[in-house]
């Protein structure tokens, strides 16, 4: 059995020909649908970067238990489980939060693994005191810190596309084939940090997309509310970048399908092409994620699959699906039994015969809304004023913020040693304060009706379908082992 995840961060559903975008050029999308099962109702579960890895690896929602972090000591890890039981596993990737001290513990789970570096603010050229040209204005008017100035000095190592982080990342996983395409009893997952911002792109891609826009260089949308100060013309700018770095994605994807027809991969290799969540890009007046409340652009997400032992080709389904889903998926395929903890179901029985795998699911950011969806509806729960008590429940006491390192100080001056929760293997954790202000957290809670309003402009106001909606809820977040100060929080005790 072999097996490849292509993944992306940030790749918007509504930004991909199959399904139904008409103006980026993303053909080798177009080619997948017809060779595999497209999911068309498949969304998100714990925001956002190393959150939804953690789901990736354990089966498990993140949110409610703690924000950003690394995996923990008793999270059973897909590809540990995997490689434990004889199948190599290989990560190829560029996302530069695995080597941070905030997601440390995820590549080291894996049999091999490879790091190529440049992407974002990553620590990577040695340029001192570079800043680039105006780099602190380069955020839609915003300010930021020597952050941005990093950015722009990887960008000097990086003259064309072929030298970017994302065409270096596929090239090795295209290499990984061409070794071991005829040996069996491998998992090749290849991640890229494209299309996330900062939607960096030279050549001819941004060619392809002109606009209107004559302002400064500006090519990272910050994560705010879209304000006066943004022209309809620098709205239309940002989308123009973002599709210009989607080309170059589809481009690496047909690489991927190419060495799949090259190979004769198509009769033993699962091929799943996902990503972690999407992003605002203007829509309901918004830039990026986890500010503002999760709205379909971000929680609802492209998902392909194609599974060789059914062998269905131009198929889509409606059927419920989340992040969660994938790795029971893999440990399924191999022919490896699910862990006691996991809350992801296989999605075997849709891509056989399309038979319903979840009533609904969760998902959300730690601190912030609580959302759950049943595919027909999304509610999203905010909390009371307060929005306390809050607890982050961990061994591994680090975070993402500007360090992206350790808790500060003065938060785990308040841990107390915890009972185990059911999922810790009889371990207690550490249980400590959570301070950071979750501005998401201040919008008010939303009903929506996705038949009548898939595009979720107007909130429902229909009190039996939220008592429905709270009800489920409350059932996953129970099944989650969920904390009792989550439904206090919540207003749901």
């Known amino acids: ?54 789901e990736l690896h354990t089966g498990r929602y993140n949110f409610l238990h703690r924000s950003w972090g690394p995996l923990e000591p008793f999270d059973d890890s897909m590809p540990q489980l995997l490689k434990d039981a004889g199948v190599h596993t290989h990560l190829i ?14 590549h080291q789970r894996y049999t091999t693994w490879e790091c190529v570096r440049g992407q974002e603010g990553d620590n990577w050229q040695p340029l001192v005191g570079f800043s680039g040209p105006d780099s602190t204005r380069n955020v839609c008017g915003e300010a930021r810190d020597n952050w941005v100035g990093q ?5 000097t190592a990086m003259p064309t596309p072929e030298l970017q982080p994302q065409s270096r990342t596929f090239r090795s996983g295209l290499e990984f084939l061409r070794r071991n395409h005829d040996r069996d009893n491998w998992f090749l997952q290849i991640e890229t940090f494209d299309p996330h911002e900062p939607f960096f792109i030279r ?68 091929l799943i ?65 699910l862990p006691p903890d996991m809350e992801g179901r296989p999605v075997r029985p849709i891509l056989e015969r399309d038979e319903a795998i979840r009533e609904g699911g969760l998902f959300g950011i730690f601190g912030g809304q609580v959302c759950c969806t049943d595919g027909e509806w999304v509610y ?42 059911p999922f810790t293997k009889g371990l207690p954790v550490l249980r400590v304060e959570s301070r950071t202000r979750v501005s998401q957290a201040a919008y008010p809670t ?37 904390p009792e100060e989550q439904y206090a929080r919540l207003g749901l005790a």
């Open 273 to 337: 092409v996902n990503t972690d969540h999407g992003f605002l890009l203007g829509e309901h007046g918004q830039w990026a994620k986890c500010h503002c409340p999760f709205y379909g652009e971000v929680a609802h997400t492209p998902l392909f699959i194609w599974d060789p032992r059914f062998a269905r080709r131009a198929v889509r389904t409606h059927r419920l699906v989340q992040t969660v889903d994938l790795p029971a998926t893999l440990l399924e395929y191999f022919g490896q039994p």
């Open 151 to 155: 950015d722009f000095a990887n960008r």
């Open 380 to 421: 999203m729960r905010s909390p009371l004023a307060a929005n306390a008590p809050r607890y982050e429940y961990t061994l591994m006491p680090t975070r993402h913020g500007g360090r992206r390192a350790f808790m500060d100080n003065d938060v785990l001056r308040t841990m107390q040693l915890h009972a185990p929760l």
């Open 1 to 54: 059995m072999k097996a490849i995840m292509v993944m992306y961060d940030s790749l918007n559903r509504h930004m991909l020909r199959p399904y139904g975008c008409t103006w980026t050029r993303t053909p080798n999308f177009e080619r997948l649908a017809e060779r595999c099962v497209t999911f068309d109702n498949c969304w998100v579960g714990s925001m956002p970067c190393m959150p939804a890895r953690r």
């Open 203 to 270: 050549g001819e891609y941004k060619s392809h997309f002109p606009d209107g826009y004559r302002g400064p260089l500006c090519d990272w949308p910050d994560y705010r509310p879209v304000n006066d100060t943004d022209s309809p013309e620098l709205i239309d700018h940002l989308r123009k970048q973002y599709a210009a770095v989607l080309e170059l994605c589809d481009e690496n994807l047909g690489r991927v399908l190419d060495a799949m027809d090259e190979y004769g991969l198509w009769d033993d290799t699962m």
């Open 446 to 482: 939303m009903l929506f009706c996705l038949a009548d309003d898939p595009a979720q402009h107007v909130p429902v106001q229909d009190e039996a379908q939220e008592r429905r909606m709270i009800a489920l809820m409350k059932r996953l977040m129970a099944q989650n082992a969920c």
């Open 93 to 106: 990737s560029d996302h530069y939060h695995y080597w941070e001290d905030g997601g440390c513990t995820y």
